[in-house]
């Protein structure tokens, strides 16, 4: 298996734009999250799905943020308008149940607003 | 909500044993121990997870005493390669990810 894998890698945009960030999780995960990671407040867990169903958006920022799961194998996480303080590397996760915490987290999503 | 507390930094030498301490004063019955490994510009990656006394992988030992306040991550013979940042998170499972809380983690430092 490939594992997570995420797109793009890299992006850069300016304050104000739409930005959408991909997963694709491991095949047969039933649980997929979204993460971010900042200097300042480091791995926070923004939401995360069940057989594609949103369980806890608790860590959702704020409006601008929203996320969606169509099909088991896609997922993403979307931000309008973007504002320079979304900077962050996003990571996103997935697994299987029965295996306590045991997540597999793709390369993650380095995002730059300017 | 099980937070975690573990050293900021550490530093070692290469081929020596590293133990990691997380206290978890507040752990519920269910929670489990896990840590992972997170390398520069890469995702987070499990290393070994625990519920009560000793767990031991190819990778890692997990040391977990009754009480389960705290739990030690043992690292047998340290490489440059082990230079990374190790976090403890304490949670039930998936289905209650919402509790999941990373921290700050160990900056682990091997030294040549």
């Known amino acids: 298996d490939a594992g997570v894998i995420q797109s793009p890698r890299h992006e850069v945009t300016e304050m104000g734009q739409e930005v959408t960030l991909r997963c694709k999780p491991i095949s047969g995960h039933d649980y997929l999250f979204w993460y971010r990671q900042t200097m300042m407040r480091g791995l926070e867990l923004l939401i995360y799905?069940?057989?594609?169903?949103?369980?806890?958006d608790s860590g959702m920022p704020e409006d601008r943020f929203s996320a969606k799961m169509p099909n088991a194998s896609f997922s993403t996480l979307k931000i309008q308008p973007s504002e320079p303080r979304d900077s962050a590397v996003y990571f996103c996760?997935?697994?299987?149940?029965?295996?306590?915490?045991?997540?597999?987290f793709g390369p993650g999503t380095r995002l730059t607003v300017l | 909500l099980a937070k975690t507390t573990q050293p900021i930094s550490m530093d070692s030498y290469e081929g020596q044993e590293v133990n990691i301490t997380c206290s978890h004063n507040n752990i519920a019955t269910n929670d489990y121990i896990t840590w992972y490994q997170q390398f520069p510009s890469q995702g987070p990656r499990f290393i070994i997870q625990?519920?009560?006394t000793k767990v031991t992988n190819e990778v890692a030992s997990l040391f977990i005493p009754a009480d389960r306040k705290s739990s030690t991550l043992s690292l047998p013979r340290v490489s440059l390669s082990d230079t990374a940042v190790y976090y403890c998170?304490?949670?039930?499972?998936?289905?209650?990810?919402?509790?999941?809380?990373f921290g700050t983690g160990t900056r682990l430092t091997v030294i040549p």
């Open positions: 996760a997935s697994s299987t149940p029965g295996t306590g915490n045991e997540q597999f």
């Open positions: 998170l304490v949670g039930p499972d998936q289905t209650g990810a919402n509790n999941l809380f």
């Open positions: 625990g519920y009560k």
């Open positions: 799905f069940n057989n594609n169903v949103p369980i806890d």
